[in-house]
């Protein structure tokens, strides 16, 4: 179920995908036994030899809460997070009574939140894959499905 297409493409989705697995703490059977994904198909991906099709594509972009295409811009923007923290530091400046650090946590649920409320949208994951996969309580997953 993989795509043939041009090395720069299967280099650059080789790169974010071993991104993601870092930034997760995920390993490669984590990611195929959570998805049904054949190892050694997934390994061709990670192995710059092929890409997955846009279905395939798509439950990745799930499973790591990442648009479509993350998997193929080579590179952040320049100075991508410097911007980001100026712009929730001169937000955490307007609101005074809340630190950096508040700001960031909740932008963080609020990214988790979003996500679950997707995976809970599409129902191809239980509720406690999603609590597992987003790192938010079951108990605050289940109150989300319920809306």
């Given at each position: 179920m993989e795509a043939k297409t041009s090395n720069s493409i299967c280099?650059?989705?080789?790169?974010?995908m071993s991104?993601?697995?870092?930034?997760?703490g995920k390993s490669r059977k984590d990611v195929c036994r959570d998805l049904d994904i054949k190892y050694t198909t997934f390994c061709d991906w990670i192995n710059d030899r092929n890409i997955p099709k846009a279905p395939q594509i798509e439950r990745l972009c799930d499973y790591f809460c990442v648009e479509p295409s993350y998997f193929f811009i080579e590179t952040e923007p320049e100075n991508a997070a410097e911007q980001f923290t100026n712009r929730v530091s001169r937000y955490a400046k307007m609101l005074q009574h809340k630190t950096l650090e508040d700001m960031k946590n909740e932008v963080e649920e609020r990214?988790?939140?979003?996500?679950?409320?997707?995976m809970i949208k599409d129902g191809a994951l239980s509720l406690d894959k999603i609590a597992q996969y987003t790192k938010l309580p079951l108990a605050k997953v289940k109150e989300l499905a319920a809306k």
């Open positions: 280099v650059v989705f080789s790169q974010r991104q993601l697995l870092e930034r997760d990214t988790r939140i979003d996500c679950a409320l997707d």
